[in-house]
């Protein structure tokens, strides 16, 4: 994923207050519980120090209720001058999450941000298509619009003969003009905001239409059988249907991170493994994707006063040794490197692995 979210993080200097908590408030003790919730992160704060006035804004913000389905959860990242960061995911958090320390911790909402993708859903039939485009792990899309909307002759008439073919043929002009609509709007949103999956639903005949319509686009395009515009068209399956087809972009784009890292460390070429490597690698500049296990690399420490010229933002007073996996993602956000969030196991056994920007000659793994 992109880090220009939580790059912003990194000019403030903190301490930093990061807090990651349900607050789905559905069942029918849900006001309660998402309380206890809050409450609970509030008071983990103040345990480790964190000052009252800054442990207010975090408890404030985890209060506020979502208004939205469950499960959802808050992620709020907070220091003396203010709530910095503050993301609602569609996700269940089985118990509160909550640091006071020299850098966010946002190892937990960054494994969940990566396992979503940001994508278009097209709605179409004969009238034309309901679009919307949501955001990475949005819990309601960021942007939505009704294209097409023409309904003249919009049944074919019975008969035959040329009255019947002209008006069969004002009707398919119909239709296609509505999916050209359509397309329009898709390939926009696709191009305005980078989004890299467009998921197409609705009447198969009209979902041809818009394909054979649709530019080349830098987007998969994936077709769902389930939904439609109308509200008796099958919601649950709709939205099992496109769930499952995230998964599957996010399950092929991790595979291609992997495949492509194993390609690179079997020629021994722009890669770097272990938490050392991959230091010094920012150090020069290098890094272009983090591919990092949080929870593995969390079990590590790196000493910033080891590594002249690491890069961490405007952080002030670091002490001599922090985790490894909140210094390794500060590095990334700050020089401006994407982060994918792997498992140990699919980097050769160390908790982090780098694919460089240029070759460097590899020097080993590294713990």
């Known amino acids: ?216 686009i830098d987007a998969e395009v994936v077709e769902l059988d389930a939904g439609g515009r109308n509200a008796d068209s099958g919601d649950d399956a709709l939205e099992h249907a496109v769930e499952q087809a995230l998964r599957d972009e996010v399950v092929q784009e991790k595979l291609a991170q992997v495949h492509e890292l194993r390609d690179r460390m079997g020629r021994d070429y722009a890669v770097a493994t272990g938490i050392g490597d991959v230091v010094e690698a920012f150090v020069r500049g290098q890094v272009d994707r983090l591919l990092i296990d949080p929870a593995a690399a969390a079990g590590f420490t790196v000493e910033p006063g080891r590594y002249p010229g690491l890069a961490l933002g405007a952080v002030a007073d670091l002490p001599a040794s922090l985790p490894a996996d909140r210094v390794l993602v500060a590095a990334a956000a700050v020089t401006d490197a994407d982060v994918v969030v792997s498992r140990a196991s699919t980097l050769g056994g160390a908790p982090v692995a780098a694919l460089l920007r240029w070759d460097q000659p590899a020097r080993g793994a590294s713990a």
């Open 1 to 216: 994923m992109k880090t220009d979210q939580i790059a912003p993080l990194y000019a403030d200097p903190g301490p930093f207050a990061s807090a990651y908590v349900e607050v789905s408030r559905e069942a029918e003790d849900g006001d309660h519980l998402a309380e206890l919730q809050a409450r609970a992160a509030a008071d983990r704060l103040a345990e480790q120090g964190a000052p009252e006035a800054v442990v207010a804004q975090v408890l404030e913000r985890l209060s506020e209720p979502p208004h939205l389905p469950a499960p959802v959860s808050r992620f709020v990242v907070a220091t003396e001058r203010g709530v910095l960061l503050d993301e609602l995911t569609p996700r269940h958090r089985a118990q509160p999450e909550a640091t006071w320390g020299s850098l966010p911790d946002v190892s937990g909402w960054l494994t969940d941000a990566d396992t979503a993708v940001d994508f278009v859903l097209a709605l179409v039939d004969h009238e034309g298509g309901d679009v919307r485009r949501y955001a990475a792990n949005a819990v309601a899309p960021e942007e939505e619009a009704t294209r097409g909307g023409l309904t003249e002759f919009e049944h074919k008439i019975r008969g035959g003969g040329w009255a019947h073919l002209r008006y069969q043929h004002h009707v398919e002009n119909v239709w296609r003009r509505n999916a050209t609509d359509v397309v329009a709007e898709i390939d926009r949103l696709v191009r305005d905001h980078d989004v890299a999956l467009v998921v197409l639903a609705g009447d198969p005949q009209s979902r041809q239409q818009v394909l054979a319509t649709l530019p080349d």
